[in-house]
């Protein structure tokens, strides 16, 4: 089955940018959708189709799909922006959801 | 306003069948392309998609997990129902639903509910 693949961890200084990772085979045939989940808290849909932001999500929070890379970049990096993300995936192929590992990205 | 709220039993002990419910509202289950999944989340884990119901009847399941689960749907209660059998101390986890208007993705979810399998 396909596997998306995730650095476990990213630490960055308030105010400088985070640039999370996720990778997978042909990834870029596929359209990556991003989660935000702080602790204790149902997850929040912050990218989907590589590089849409739902309504109510900054604009600091933007998603690019090289075809090689997927990446979910934060601008301007704040203390509330500290959580677990996740990248996400439908795989037509076997007809399924699949999610990354999981990044927790900490504030320094 | 879209809502989803899970619920079911927070303890259930090893080899026995676990059913939860997701209540929903601000949104119907006849709505062409609406679907509704369960995703879980063990204790410092990471989430594992489970299952997904559409609006027109079809499932999909976690293919390791498939002889395990079903899913079924409940319009006129509004509720989407998750069976898990034979449980085990490895499925200990947050179970949550979420909304999906079909484009791949989980736009709303709920806010989980915790589920401990042990004797």
């Known amino acids: 089955s396909y596997v998306l693949t995730q650095p476990p961890s990213l630490s960055v200084a308030p105010g400088q940018t985070a640039r999370i990772s996720c990778g997978g085979n042909d990834i870029g045939s596929y359209s990556v959708h991003w989660y935000q989940q702080k602790p204790g808290q149902a997850p929040v849909l912050v990218v989907f189709?590589?590089?849409r932001r739902p309504s109510g999500i900054p604009k600091r929070f933007s998603g690019t799909n090289s075809g090689v890379t997927v990446t979910l970049t934060i601008s301007r990096v704040e203390a509330g922006d500290e959580a677990d993300y996740y990248c996400?995936?439908?795989?037509?192929?076997?007809?399924?959801?699949?999610f990354g590992g999981g990044t927790k990205l900490t504030v320094l | 306003q879209i809502t989803l709220r899970e619920s079911g039993p927070p303890l259930v002990r090893p080899t026995q069948t676990l059913t939860l419910t997701c209540s929903i509202s601000?949104?119907?289950?006849?709505?062409?392309?609406?679907?509704v999944g369960w995703v879980r989340q063990p204790p410092g884990g990471a989430l594992e998609w489970l299952a997904l119901i559409y609006w027109d009847e079809t499932k999909r399941y976690r293919p390791p997990l498939q002889s395990r689960l079903s899913i079924s749907k409940d319009t006129s209660r509004n509720q989407v129902v998750l069976t898990m059998t034979n449980m085990a101390a490895a499925d200990t986890a947050t179970y949550s639903c979420?909304?999906?208007?079909?484009?791949?993705?989980?736009?709303?979810w709920g806010r989980g509910t915790l589920v401990t399998v042990s004797a």
């Open positions: 979420a909304h999906t208007t079909g484009d791949g993705y989980f736009d709303l």
């Open positions: 189709d590589n590089n």
């Open positions: 601000g949104f119907s289950l006849r709505s062409s392309g609406v679907g």
């Open positions: 996400q995936v439908w795989d037509s192929g076997g007809d399924h959801v699949v």
